[in-house]
């Protein structure tokens, strides 16, 4: 057949301004439709390859943007297992490669050399500038993807648990195990019960020093403290994830739970304060924590009053010795501020400690957005990884996903059981439990009129 006939796939080479239009209809048509420049002017049986896999791409796109429109949760739950990870990370690998061979391939076609000699440049930066643009962008989502095992890691442990009651509650725990403290002890004591239906929350704050806490008759600790904690000096809730660490064989199978023996005492404390039954753990290791906020790009905080960093205590409880401050002002801190800010403890005391610990939790979350996370996936996965660990299993991340969707709607209840209100020596129990079971009574809606 002439090339009258057929000025694209068989071109009048001698006509510069033909072969021109030609290469840019060429390479539009590869930016548009990947696999139809050869169809047209190539190897027809790499082209047909190159457009079924560009229609495949395609529908799996839809697929997944109908999926996140209509039920997020469900995407949430297919990608949350390493089969589904892995087989992203070879569809992204194999969508770049291909761009690379077909654009390449474009550009043999193009045939430069008889193309007018002002366009050759902007013919081959457009062609190129999309080969970057399409083996970047496979090459971004392989690295975010293969960021993912990171966090699906922390996942591992732990066994799915139905709710009790309606419920789950989630022990989350902050560990301190800086530098300047012998092992690690949870300063930071709370526990998010969540409605396992309405995703209705509420959050309960412990303080470290509560005293007397008392242990139901299953528990291991009930053989060694039937009339509560009390140990003969100061006895603190927080001080149990030490005795649960000195005392392994009370929590033989801690560690195949996916916890520690530290942890299952403080659980088993934290269910006698407050009468629930706690599903999951999450400790949040505080220099872990550090690295997670310079990996999201720090946090912006509110600071009320100068906040010491490091140093020590005169006798009147004033600060000395510090290595600097956190001055008052709406600021963004890095991951060692932010660290201070929450743990700093001197000129305070452990109830104001616990408000900012809180501050810094909303921040976070507030600096979780979609499009921060994303430019930092890496980042941020592999210091999450760093500071949480749980034993929430990776079956249960779809369904915590829906609820926190629905929480988002929904007021947040919070309650701290500190001093002023409440006494942490001698705490009423009975109350506390009282309290928590009208903040965790399911909401019923009011008759019609």
């Known amino acids: 057949m002439s090339s009258a006939a057929q000025p694209v796939r068989h071109p009048d080479v001698r006509s510069p301004r033909l072969m021109t239009k030609r290469a840019w209809w060429l390479v539009v048509l590869n930016l548009l439709i990947p696999g139809s420049a050869q169809v047209v002017a190539g190897n027809r049986r790499l082209g047909r390859f190159g457009l079924a896999a560009t229609l495949v791409g395609w529908l799996l796109l839809l697929a997944a943007l109908a999926i996140l429109l209509v039920n997020s949760t469900l995407l949430v739950a297919i990608f949350a297992t390493r ?8 569809v992204a690998v194999f969508y770049g ?18 193309v007018m000699p002002r366009a050759r440049v902007v013919v081959a930066a457009v062609a190129l500038l999309g080969l970057v643009a399409g083996v970047g962008g496979a090459g971004f989502a392989a690295t975010r993807v293969a960021g993912a095992f ?26 301190d195990a800086g530098p300047d403290r012998l092992g690690l002890r949870p300063d930071s004591i709370s526990v998010v019960s969540i409605d396992a239906v309405t995703g209705s929350t509420a959050i309960f704050g412990i303080p470290r020093n509560m005293q007397h806490v008392p242990f139901a008759e299953g528990s291991p600790l009930y ?21 649960g660490e000195e005392h392994p064989e009370l929590y033989p199978d801690a560690i195949d739970r996916g916890t520690s023996p530290g942890i299952e005492a403080t659980r088993d404390a934290v269910q006698g304060i407050l009468g629930l039954t706690v599903q999951y753990v999450v400790l949040i290791d505080m220099q872990g924590f550090q690295q997670l906020v310079d990996a999201l790009g720090g946090v912006e905080i509110d ?26 002002g709406v600021q963004r801190l890095d991951g060692y501020h932010a660290l201070w800010y929450a743990r700093a403890r001197h000129g305070t005391n452990d109830y104001d400690r616990m408000a900012r610990q809180r501050e810094v939790q909303e921040a976070i979350l507030r600096q979780m957005d979609p499009a921060n996370v994303l430019v930092r996936f890496n980042e941020v996965a ?8 749980t034993d929430i299993p990776s079956p249960m991340l779809s369904h915590f996903v829906a609820l926190a969707l629905k929480a988002k709607e929904l007021p947040l209840v919070t309650m701290d059981f500190v001093p002023e209100a409440w006494d942490n020596i001698h705490p009423d129990f009975a109350a506390i439990q009282a309290t928590v079971d009208q903040l965790t009574a399911p909401v019923t809606a009011s008759p019609s009129p």
């Open 83 to 90: 089969v589904a990870l892995v087989s992203l990370v070879f």
């Open 97 to 114: 490669t291909l761009w690379l061979v077909l654009t390449l391939d474009t550009l043999r076609l193009v045939r430069l050399v008889h």
């Open 150 to 175: 990171d966090i699906l890691g922390i996942f591992d442990g732990g066994q799915v648990a139905e709710p009790v009651d309606g419920r789950y509650n989630v022990l989350v725990l902050g560990g």
């Open 223 to 243: 053989g060694p403290f039937p009339n509560g904690y009390d140990c003969g000096v100061e006895c603190l809730v927080s001080y149990l994830y030490t005795y």
């Open 303 to 328: 600071v009320r009053e100068r906040i010491p960093i490091e140093g020590g205590e005169d006798s009147n409880g004033q600060p000395i010795n510090v290595a600097g401050w956190i001055e008052p």
């Open 382 to 389: 592999a210091a999450g990884g760093a500071a949480v660990s």
